[in-house]
């Protein structure tokens, strides 16, 4: 799929463009895209939970069930959280394969930041 760098408007493709559409997945919280009021993900909803293992079991399923939904590029065999939380920037890393690429070339790693995630 080819879509546009959301900075520079230049033409972005393959695992860049996964990775841009991944962070605008995360990056929006549910409710909140008119007309499209399932878009997003639930990671906004976590922001104020003591930070202990059920938050990042919480913060690693939010982000699965996000990209099941949305896209459809990318099956996931891990999520991995870090980052500062107190400061509200997190790290999302993402293993697996893309579907749409095939060979030895589908395996991709991602590394998600989702900076000074804020309740709007």
């Known amino acids: 799929m080819i879509g546009m760098n959301d900075t520079t408007g230049k033409a972005l493709d393959g695992t860049a463009h996964l990775e841009q559409s991944i962070g605008k997945i995360l990056g929006t919280p549910l409710g909140t895209r008119t007309m499209r009021r399932d878009f ?54 993402i293993s697996g394969k893309r579907t749409d690429v095939a060979g030895p070339n589908s395996k991709v790693t991602l590394s998600i930041p989702i900076a000074n995630l804020r309740k709007p």
């Open 40 to 93: 997003g993900s639930m990671l906004f909803d976590l922001i104020d939970r003591p930070i202990n293992a059920a938050t990042v079991m919480l913060l690693r399923a939010a982000t699965a069930v996000a990209l099941r939904q949305w896209e459809p590029r990318i099956a996931i065999s891990k999520v991995g959280v870090s980052g500062t939380f107190a400061a509200g920037n997190l790290t999302i890393s």
